[in-house]
């Protein structure tokens, strides 16, 4: 075991291998409170690269709704259990991550989902936390204690991936030039110990080719300066793809590094289990506050505050808008005069948009034509 740096802790911690950052690195944030849960994501991941045998219940990107929605089932929740006590203190996190309370023979704390727990990818859809529905009474008083948010996921392309760290292979490399975490499909045997040991369950068994497989981080797409499947065609325009360098490296015209060092509202999730996982999420601002610290750790009540603030913001706001506006990768941005602006790695312009839009009210009959616009005038 090395001892490596982990921002998201706050500290150093064990790892099997010593640290290296790669180049840079892939990683996406998505806005939770404009998700949809609308799959429109885990379709374009579907028809791209999982349609084949072995695959039909395979979703590298998936949707679920938190708290009760999971694929594979009840992944988190496991996971959680079986790494123990997790506990916060000064920004620092005091608990052990999954590599340093695994037994001395394992890498990592893990679990092994069975085939039936990957079969229900949509399981807990929709279920509200809070009081106990009962038959009626969302007529009578409303019910503000309930609440859910949808969650979409794919693979982090951690920085410490146990999925790496737990192949007897060596079959699993992190790429230098982006940090995309790959399976070397001809060198994998399907022990499948990644599959245990990734704690988020993005590592999944292909029972066909007897190998592992997972979210390629479309890197095809991204060798050409363009943002994955599941961005490029998300409906609710909640996320966005680009480089993240770590804290100590953060550039302010970065749109990642913008919403996870600058701003600080965008969060990893489950940071504590020491991955240093590259997905990012704007925390729902209308969930249960205890359960948000759980899933992003103690930063995640001043994330929402400030993100409430936002709008105020011009430079702010002119990023949020920019999101879903190209399916090219922003490596820069810029904020003036009303308009944002995305720039490609070379610095040239290939977005713009206005930060605020002239709201028009069209009349209900078009005088001129007779034309009735709406169904209920
Ligand atoms: S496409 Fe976007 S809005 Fe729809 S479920 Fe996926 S992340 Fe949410
Ligand atoms: S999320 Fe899981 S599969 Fe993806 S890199 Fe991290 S450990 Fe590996
Ligand atoms: S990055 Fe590409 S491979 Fe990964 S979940 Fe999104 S669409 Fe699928």
Redo the contacts with the bound molecule.
């Keep these: 075991m090395s001892k490596v740096k982990n921002w998201h802790l706050g500290r150093e911690m064990e790892y099997a291998y010593e640290e290296s950052r790669p180049k840079r690195q892939w990683a996406i944030v998505?806005d939770l409170n404009?998700?949809?849960?609308?799959?429109?994501?885990?379709l374009a991941c579907k028809t791209t690269w999982t349609s084949g045998k072995g695959q039909e219940y395979m979703f590298w990107n998936n949707?679920e709704t938190k708290p009760y929605g999971s694929y594979p089932l009840a992944w988190d929740v496991r996971v959680l259990e079986k790494l123990g006590p997790q506990t916060w203190a000064g920004g620092k996190y005091q608990g052990k991550t999954i590599f340093e309370g695994a037994v001395p023979s394992e890498r990592a704390v893990h679990f092994a989902p069975t085939d039936e727990d990957w079969m229900y990818p949509n399981v807990g859809e929709d279920d509200c936390a809070g009081s106990v529905p009962n038959a009626g009474d969302h007529i009578g008083e409303l019910p503000h204690d309930r609440w859910f948010f949808?969650l979409?996921r794919t693979c982090a392309h951690c920085t410490y991936p146990a999925c790496l760290a737990a192949c007897p292979r060596k079959a699993i490399y992190k790429r230098e030039e982006d940090g995309i975490v790959l399976i070397d499909q001809s060198r994998c045997k399907g022990y499948g110990e990644c599959v245990r040991a990734c704690p988020y369950k993005k590592s999944m068994y292909n029972p066909h080719t007897r190998t592992s497989e997972k979210c390629v981080g479309c890197y095809p797409a991204v060798e050409q300066g363009v943002q994955p499947q599941?961005v490029v065609?998300?409906?609710?325009k909640?996320?966005v793809m680009g480089f993240i360098n770590p804290p100590w490296k953060a550039r302010a015209d970065n749109p990642i590094d913008y919403l996870v060092h600058k701003k600080q509202i965008a969060l990893p999730y489950y940071p504590q289990l020491g991955l240093e996982p590259n997905i990012y999420y704007i925390p729902p601002v209308h969930a249960d506050p205890a359960y948000l610290r759980q899933m992003f750790g103690p930063q995640v009540d001043g994330a929402v505050e400030r993100y409430k603030t936002l709008h105020k913001d011009p430079v702010a706001a002119g990023l949020l808008t920019l999101i879903g506006s190209t399916d090219r990768i922003m490596h820069g941005f810029r904020v003036a005069n009303g308009v944002a602006r995305g720039f490609d790695e070379a610095g040239q312009e290939i977005v713009d948009v206005p930060v605020t839009e002239p709201i028009i009210e069209r009349p209900a009959v078009d005088e001129k034509t007779g034309v009735v616009h709406y169904n209920t005038p």
């Design positions: 998505f404009k998700c949809i849960a609308c799959q429109t994501c885990s949707v949808y979409p599941c065609n998300c409906i609710g909640i996320r």
